[in-house]
């Protein structure tokens, strides 16, 4: 079992950059992908990164590439998601997730067995 927490939100001016963290608990952290989803308000939620449980492997849909950086340090227990070139379409709530290594789809919310309470992300134009 994971326990996920996120920070590192807040309110950015457009162009501008954040990065989050997100804090795992629990003794089997390294055996999850960590990714990261966001959500606007009357949106669905959007999946936006995914690394792999050594932090080997990276992917990205288009809407965030050459933009935002997932990383991890499983010694801290802890991912982070670094986010450059910030545009007002990035305001949502960001949501830290883990996925277990077997579980296929890794843009689908189902595919993550953990979630965190989210951090809001604001982009001011």
């Known amino acids: 079992q994971v326990q996920l927490v996120e920070s590192g939100g807040g309110l950015v001016q457009a162009g501008g950059s954040l990065r989050l963290s997100c804090a795992a608990s629990?003794?089997?952290?390294?055996?999850?992908?960590m990714g990261w989803f966001r959500q606007a308000p009357g949106k669905e939620r959007e999946w936006i990164a995914l690394?792999?449980?050594?932090?080997?492997?990276?992917y990205y849909p288009d809407s965030v590439k050459g933009r935002f950086t997932i990383s991890r340090d499983n010694a801290k227990k802890t991912a982070y998601l670094q986010m450059n070139s910030l545009k007002p379409e990035d305001t949502a709530v960001y949501y830290c997730?883990?996925?277990?290594?077997?579980?296929?789809?890794?843009?689908?919310?189902?595919?993550?067995?953990?979630w965190g309470q989210g951090t809001q992300v604001t982009v001011s134009s």
């Open positions: 690394i792999s449980w050594s932090g080997g492997t990276t």
């Open positions: 997730a883990a996925k277990l290594i077997a579980a296929t789809g890794m843009t689908m919310a189902t595919s993550y067995a953990y």
């Open positions: 629990g003794r089997t952290f390294s055996a999850y992908g």
